[in-house]
């Protein structure tokens, strides 16, 4: 005799032990540090501060080992904490311009003022194994060798560069500067302006990003995108609290941002210019920052008065479908109980098969020759 | 306020999680929804500690309108002892330390997730529901920016000839849950996937009915005393799923029944989805009729 499944809330509290249990894996083996993640795992530290919305590699760390590593769980974790924190204020604009570059390239130019500065990258190693990172305890980092010179101290982004010919779209703030909106504080409202579609970018999954910079890039789009810079560095973060009337430093971050350049015809009102797509991440995030920045220049289609054909020019398609933990929050909502309205589905699905087999039985009104003219 | 329940709740987190200034913008929503029943009210949802599509709209909902005195029943399926149901009852008694009750009789707030208790509800109750998608017109049109153009214009002609269209191939409007109101004759709108049996007890409901969509930030609501009505057609009224044997447990035949493989070659048996209702019935000694021929034999 079936009985009613019982037993729920201890069945939940056996699955967090398990989990603790698997994320320690074999006790012979060191627990991992936290700080030995924020240290060697910086990239997925920088994914998951970049999904996650909130910049504190200690917590992105923790975050990573909590969830074994899983940085779409990691970053769950940060934004369920980032929404119990008091928002004080916005900080003033980052000036990008005068970041401690470590790393900055142009494809668009052979050389130009500030140089390209290739900085820490996998782009020119090959992807053999290192064995020798197998083995602990004998991997001492390289002494690095400082380059001949310093690097100058300004150096300008490419865009600028061109925007003084007039050869680039320029980037005007909207009348009264008004503050940026906040897209976790306010729901996105459609069409949305650029600040909102940046924020949501910027928080969005890297692989979806990815993919569809991919998709503009092999014809499901219109542009052809030159990489104008890309620059990695530290910059400080400046605010301005009331009361005190003037700006304090509240510390450094890393900060990978990068400028597409590309293609634009002109209109009747406009000559030929090119135009820029702007990509902006924590950390050192190379990948998410370029496809941010194909996608935002995807989304001007509207304001460029161009055809909005592919799914990478639809900003409700990219921007509602980009965010990580909706994402996987609602795919893997599948798994809780739907049986209440699977019930529905068989009982309609029965009876219009019952419905269907009691006309199958009934004589046929005409023959099967007159059927078959 | 009782002291002993106040200091049950967590201290790391402030009364119900949310923050005082965050539970009166969605009180501010709310309000604003209450005031045009079945519209929309677009709100700064914001991200919980359960994910995203398990709840975080009822949630939300539930967390700004809770008080110390509140007894608070979550369901899913109906039922109060399903893992999404355990999981929000117990964050609630770890942020509230309120009292939780499975009674439908007992609670003053029951979040939901896809069923309305059978038992009617009191003007003395609200009804939270858990709402995956808001818009009763996004699988006809995905675009937020279009349908909130046709709720505006009340142009729910597309609607009308889906489930025209239904009825042209299968015989039936093949909508089982999710099927969509009409709400104080103005707005369309998701009675949430509750299956369609669930839809009248929506109408002329004395109990508050209030809906909270957390990942696509809308709240909309149901005042009492609301006319509510299935869109249906006069010669293809609108009717409910019916069963043709009782609950196996209970004998009840006016409850929405799950349907329980027990072995497999087939054999299955029907119950209750509404646990409170099914237990409440068996405390009263009604049976199930195979408990009956257990009985008489």
Redesign the interface.
Known sequence: ??V??????AA?RATHDLVAQMRRGDPCVPELDTRQIREQMKLAVARVMNEGSLYDEDLAALALKQSQGDAVEAA?LM??Y???L?RFGSSAPLDTARMAIRRRISAAFKDLPGGQVLGPTYDYTHRLFDFALEAAGLTAAPAVTPGGAPLDESMPRVPDILGSEGLMEPERALPDDPAPCDV????????IDRDGRLQMLARGDEGFLLGLAYSVQRGFGANHPFAGEIRMGETSVRYRPEDLGFEIDLGEITVTECQMINQFSGSKDAPPQFTRGYGFAFGHSERKAMSMAIVDRSLKCRDLGEAADYPAQKE??VL?HCDT??A??????LK??????F??????IR??RR?HDERAAEPALFTPSEAAE | MSADTALCADPN?NFA?I?EQTKRMIRRALLKAVSIPGYQV????????L????G?GGIQVTAALIGPLDRLKVI????D???????IR?FFSRVTGVETTQKVAEATIIQT???IPERPLTEDQILVYQV?QPEPLRKLE????ETRNMHAWEEYGLMQVRLYEDIAR???V?T???YPVMVNDRYVASPT?????DNPKMNMMPALQLFGAG?E??IYAIPPYTKVRSLDFDDHPFTV?S?TQPC??CGARDS?????I?DDSGGR?F?C?D?DH?EGRRELGHVGP??DSERST
């Open positions: 005799m079936y009613a499944v019982k037993g729920g809330e939940i769950f934004r369920a980032r929404t119990t008091p976790t504080r306010e729901p996105a409202e459609f069409p409700e398609f509602y933990i909706e996987s929050g609602f795919v893997e909502h809780l109980p739907h049986y209440v309205d019930q529905g589905e068989l009982e309609l009876k219009i419905e | 987190y999680y923050d677009p709100f700064g949802s914001r991200e919980m500690p994910a995203r599509g398990w975080t899913d399926q109906g039922a002892d399903t893992t999404n149901a355990v999981a117990s997730r896809h069923r995956p995905p675009s937020e920016v299968f015989g039936h093949a089982t849950y999710s996937p509750i299956p369609k049996f990942r930030k809308r799923q069963w196996t447990l929405y029944l799950d349907e329980v027990v048996i119950v989805s646990t099914c195979a408990e």
